[in-house]
């Protein structure tokens, strides 16, 4: 099979971790025959320092011609002071957007290897397996009015969530699809007690129910899902729940997985007539730039992401759970990096990814 991926490094950990999701990805496709073409592209700071453009016209076209894309990390303390339109993570939602890619998937498994490596009691956080759906190209990161102004002499910002009813839809019926397929139990989480916004979400979401009698719906307030996170994750199956929510619920999920150097994401859309979908492949813990170029980062979610990749956008589903499995024997022989914590000398993140290689044969 042609795998045409696009491959955006981006910054801070990103071309690291990127490097070694591309080295499990060369790999796979020489054991299985696959005709892999990558092409490189700027995405993020490192972007606007070569183009002054965080999201360039050559990389959106690149990204709308590749079947997929595999993007390491953006952002950088130097564009912090900066207003949100020249900042990296502009670029990140500007591709989110060119895609169209609604629904970001954030799986979070408690490995029985990695155990000691969450900060949780292991019987507490043993046996969690948890999809985070979240809605990715709508709310408050999108909605307009935006920005900061001088109203009566006093500035002012407004941010606005703003959802139409076919944006929710969408991807409520996708996490809907998605439970079928798991533990049949969904977990729609909102504000409804003060939002207008999560009153439209949960009125949809309960019409919606209906088309799936064989999963059972919960609505969940935001902040006692957080809490619910900590004290019993293993009552959670799948979450779905809106933009903001969902990216601050899938971070402090990752305690349970050890570390957020862990945790894959793939952010798709509609599917292509193919029945694929051109989706957006990125670990979920951000450029971390104080650890850049240390060789200390984690690999794993990277090269997880890489594996969704080739389930989702090329149903290479034996290769992805070959990757999976792989990545399991890495942990469970201790041969990781430091954030998870090992008995022995951390390994560096080339180690881990080529140990995964190793591991797949």
Request: aromatic letters at 4%; hydrophobic letters at 40%; glycine letters at 10%.
């Amino acid at each position: 099979m042609k795998l045409n991926i696009l491959v955006l490094p981006g910054d801070g950990i990103g071309p690291e971790v990127t490097s070694e999701a591309v080295r499990v990805l060369e790999h796979v496709s020489a054991k299985w025959g696959h005709e892999l073409n990558l092409t490189d592209g700027l995405l993020g700071g490192i972007a606007i320092h070569k183009t002054g453009s965080p999201f360039p016209a050559d990389t959106r076209e690149k990204a709308l011609a590749a079947d997929a894309t595999l993007l390491g990390a953006v952002g950088s303390p130097e564009f912090d002071d900066l207003p949100p339109a020249q900042r990296p993570e502009k670029g990140l939602l500007g591709i989110r957007k060119a895609l169209d890619v609604f629904a970001n998937l954030r799986p979070v498994q408690a490995f029985e290897s990695l155990l000691d490596s969450s900060p949780l009691k292991n019987e507490i956080v043993r046996g969690a397996d948890i999809l985070i759906v979240r809605e990715l190209t709508g709310g408050l990161y999108f909605g307009q009015p935006r920005g900061i102004e001088m109203v009566d002499g006093e500035e002012t910002v407004t941010n606005s969530m703003v959802y139409k009813r076919s944006e929710i839809e969408r991807v409520l019926r996708m996490a809907f699809k998605l439970a079928q397929g798991r533990r049949k139990h969904l977990t729609s989480v909102d504000k409804a007690n003060v939002l207008e916004n999560s009153q439209l979400w949960r009125k949809i979401a309960n019409e919606i129910a209906l088309e799936f009698p064989d999963v059972k719906l919960e609505h969940v307030l935001v902040d006692n899902c957080a809490m619910q996170l900590i004290l019993r994750p293993t009552s959670f199956d799948v979450i779905v729940t809106e933009n903001l929510f969902g990216d601050i619920l899938s971070d402090e999920a990752s305690v349970l997985a050890g570390s957020i150097g862990m945790l894959p994401s793939a952010s798709i859309g509609d599917p292509l007539p193919s029945g694929a979908w051109r989706g957006l492949y990125e670990p979920v813990h951000g450029s971390a730039p104080d650890i850049a170029g240390q060789k200390k980062a984690n690999p794993l979610a990277a090269i997880g992401s890489a594996a969704a990749m080739l389930n989702y956008s090329f149903g290479l589903k034996e290769e992805a759970a070959e990757i999976e499995a792989a990545m399991q024997t890495v942990m469970t022989s201790g041969k990781v990096t430091a954030d998870l914590r090992p008995k022995g000398t951390p390994a560096t993140t080339e180690e881990v990814g080529k140990a995964v290689c190793a591991a797949i044969g």
